[in-house]
C-alpha cells in the first residue's frame, strides 16, 4: 500500500488487514527496522525520496525564478504553426503563459492549468485529453487520458517531473501521472524536460522518460555549492542530452537577460530519439560559452539569447 500510495495511515492499514492498530504500529516498526519504509506520526512513508509528491500549491511556490527563467527560454523553442504535447506542473504551466503568443500553434495536454494559461489565446488552438482529474496537480489521468493520445504525432513533448537522474532520466511519485507521461512521450518526436537544479539528483518512484529518449534539458545553473545538481548535468551532457541553463530574470528575459519572443527557434542539432547520437556534448552554459573565443558554438549560442 506505501509503494502505491507513496504513504498510508495506521487507521487504514488496521482496517485493510483487519486487524487492532496495535498490532499493525509493531509491524511497521519491524518493517522500518528493515529499510522497508519511515514511519511518521500516525502512519507510515516510503524511505528516502520516495514519497508522495507535494500538492500544487506547495510547488507553485518554489523556485519561482529559476521556473520562469526556464519557461522563457523553453518557449524560445517552439516555432509558428508548430504542433507541441505539453504535461501537468508548474513549470509547463509557466511555459504555457508564454506559449500564448505563438501564432498557429496547436498544444495537446492533460493539465488544466496549461489549459487556462492559454484559454484566451485568440491563435493557439487548445486539444485537452479525456481522463479523470487529479485534483492534487489539476492534471487528467488514467485510461481515457492514454488512449485519447492513441495515433497522435507531433513535434515537440514538453514535460517536467518530480526528479532527474543521468541513471533512470525523468521520475515521478505517481503511478498514474508516470503513465500518461509516457503516453506523451510515445506521441513526441522530441523530448524536452523542464526541470530547475533542485530536482537534479532525485530519484523517485516511477520513470517516465530514459535518459536515452530525452533530447534536451532546459534548467538553471546550480549554486555553486551544488555539487550533486553539477555532477548530475554533466553525466547526463555525457549520455548524449543537450543541457541548456538559463540563469534567473525578469519576467519576459532567459539566460544573460535578453528578450526571448515566442515563436522563435533556435539551432537545433540534437538527434531525434531513436537515431544514433553522435559524440555526447560536453556541459556548457548560455552564459560561460558567450565568453569564449569566436567560433560554431559561440554563434549558436549568441543567437539563442538574442531570440
Known sequence: MVRANGAVSLRELARVVQTSEVTVRRDVRALEAEGLLDRRHGGAVLPGGFTRESGFPQKSHLATAEKTAIADLAASLVQ???????????????????????????????????AQALAHANRVEVVMTGGTLRGSNYALVGSGAEQSLQGLR?????????GLTAERGLSTSNMLSASVDRALVQAAAEVVVLADHSKLGTDTMFQT?????????????????????ATEL??????????????????GQGAGGDPVPAGRQPRRDVPLPGQRRGTAPQLRSATSLTEQPPGPERVR???LRRR
Do not use: K
Open 80 to 114: 509558428e504553426g508548430e504542433a507541441i504535447v505539453v504535461g501537468a506542473g508548474t513549470t509547463t504551466q509557466e511555459l504555457a503563459r508564454r506559449l500564448a503568443r505563438v501564432p498557429g500553434l496547436t498544444v495537446v495536454t492533460n493539465s488544466l492549468l496549461v
Open 154 to 162: 507531433v513535434s515537440r513533448a514538453f514535460l517536467s517531473g518530480s
Open 209 to 229: 522518460v530514459p535518459t536515452d529518449v530525452i533530447t534536451r534539458l532546459v534548467t538553471d545553473e546550480p549554486p555553486a555549492h551544488d555539487e550533486r545538481a
Open 234 to 251: 554533466q553525466a547526463l551532457a555525457d549520455q548524449g542530452v543537450q543541457v541548456v541553463t538559463a540563469g534567473p530574470g525578469p519576467t
Open 301 to 303: 549560442v549568441a543567437d
